[in-house]
Antibody, heavy 118, light 110 residues
């Protein structure tokens, strides 16, 4: 069965970086985009970007351009999201979510809480 | 890309039907049939209910249905149950090859 499992919670100081992983299983890794979505405490969902695991190409939401990088490792079926120059308002739960063939998110990771605090 | 517009809250009694709207533009909701809806229970990851405007994944109750007219998509929940109390989000693919969420709607079952 399809599973998407994320790395554990992280705590960072302002200005630091964080890298969250997302390991896929139960399907052919290179056939589906993977997205990253975040949710600040008590807030809604925000799309951050997506990566094509087949060739590594990425598209990022404009507000994260310049401080976000998504990568993938096809040997371990894992995607990564790195966010740099962290601020307190980057405190959120970060989710990876698989794209089905209809541009929607069919399988979600369990979420990774990233806390940015001095 | 601005967020899609959803009502902040809706409510209904058990057994009733409710509809949640999701208004975008002719660059997102109105441009493609790539509108989806997800349900988020407290403390849980979202779960897809509807994709491609009207399609339901296997295992999702047929009490959930989707539709679209112009720049507005809608999610209807019929036969409301207490377990439906959750947040609901719409999403659309956009003409800039990006995705945008609605602000979310809190459903209260009275």
């Amino acid at each position: 069965q399809v599973q998407v499992v994320q790395s554990g919670a992280e705590v960072r100081k302002p200005g630091a970086s964080v890298k969250v992983s997302c390991k896929a299983s139960g399907y052919t890794f290179t056939t589906h985009y993977m997205h990253w979505v975040r949710q600040a405490p008590g807030q809604g969902l925000e799309w951050m970007g997506r990566i094509n695991p087949r060739d590594g190409t990425t598209i990022y939401a404009q507000r994260f351009q310049g401080r976000i990088t998504m990568t993938r490792d096809t040997s371990t079926d894992t995607v990564y999201m790195e966010l740099r120059s962290l601020r307190s308002d980057d405190t959120a739960v970060y989710y990876c979510a698989r794209d089905n063939d209809f541009h929607s998110f069919d399988y979600w990771g369990q979420g990774t809480l990233v806390t940015v605090s001095s | 890309q601005s967020a899609l517009t959803q009502p902040a809250s809706v409510s209904g009694s058990p057994g009733q039907s409710i509809t949640i709207s999701c208004t975008g533009t002719n660059s997102d909701v109105g441009a493609y049939n790539y509108v989806s809806w997800c349900q988020q229970l407290p403390g849980r990851a979202p779960k897809v209910l509807i994709y491609h405007v009207i399609k339901r994944p296997s295992g999702v109750s047929n009490r959930f249905s989707g539709s679209k007219s112009g720049n507005t998509a809608s999610l209807t929940i019929s036969g409301l149950q207490a377990e439906d109390e959750a947040h609901y989000y719409c999403t659309s693919y956009t003409s800039s090859d990006s995705w945008v969420f609605g602000g979310g709607t809190k459903l209260t079952v009275l």
